[in-house]
């Protein structure tokens, strides 16, 4: 079964809007696991502007799920990790001032980098993902440097899937199959939504792992959390149609 981890930076920014602690992160990702998420990521930026270093360093012996710690790995952003030990480590290429995370990795290009930090995580014990696009060759790359999974960018996805879905979904589907062969692990993120996951979990039954935060937290405030925990469960466990 997939497992839905929910991303609470959107409660973050929202807390950090006014100051103070409401709403409390902490709070939130333990709500989020006693409703069902069977895991909690924060993906911490350089300014800080939603989740902070310290609120990650609270949120962890908290967890009782798995942790899944993501963003650029910069030198701030490694140390948290190696000290942290979460149970999973995504890395994803963005700049300092993106808005939010818009693409993967040039696997080859950076592959001397990733391989040595893949190296240095799993000696922690940390699983790895390599956040990528569906580019094949970017795949194989990616299998090379020893991670245990890659995470599928799902913006495009999420993008087209209104104008003809099984188009927006075929792409996916090669890319997801291209990294079982490899013996990858595959996870999926970004605009992922109740509009749209039922589809995508139905066409790639095997994913270990869907991240999701902004469409989530979006829906909680019409659903409530439970309620949209567990609609989104639903979605990931409907059948391969």
Not at 63 to 82: A, C, H, M, R, S
Not at 106 to 122: A, C, G, H, I, S
Request: aromatic content about 8%; overall charge negative.
């Amino acid at each position: 079964m997939t497992k839905l981890s929910v991303n609470i930076n959107k409660v973050a920014t929202i807390r950090n809007s006014r100051g103070g602690n409401i709403p409390d992160v902490k709070k939130v990702a333990l709500d989020c696991e006693s409703f069902g998420a069977q895991g909690i990521t924060v993906h911490p930026r350089p300014d800080e502007r939603h989740i902070r270093y310290s609120d990650v360093y609270e949120i962890k012996p908290l967890i009782k799920t798995e942790l899944n710690i993501e963003g650029y790995p910069d030198q701030k952003f490694i140390d948290l990790v190696t000290k942290i030990k979460p149970t999973q480590v995504t890395l994803v290429p963005d700049a300092p001032d993106t808005l939010t995370s818009n693409q993967g990795w040039d696997v080859e290009t950076n592959f001397d980098k990733l391989t040595e930090l893949v190296e240095l995580f799993t000696s922690k014990g940390i699983r790895t993902s390599i956040f990528v696009e569906t580019d094949l060759k970017n795949i194989v790359f990616a299998a090379k440097t020893g991670t245990d999974r890659i995470e599928l960018y799902t913006g495009p996805y999420a993008e087209h899937y209104t104008k003809n879905r099984e188009e927006a979904i075929a792409p996916f589907i090669e890319a997801a199959y291209k990294a079982k062969e490899l013996g990858l692990g595959v996870n999926a993120g970004h605009d992922l939504s109740l509009a749209n996951l039922d589809y995508f979990a139905a066409r790639i039954p095997f994913t270990d792992e869907v991240s999701i935060g902004h469409a989530l937290i979006s829906d909680a405030l019409y659903y409530g959390l439970e309620k949209t925990i567990s609609l989104y469960k639903d979605c990931l466990n409907q059948k391969q149609e």
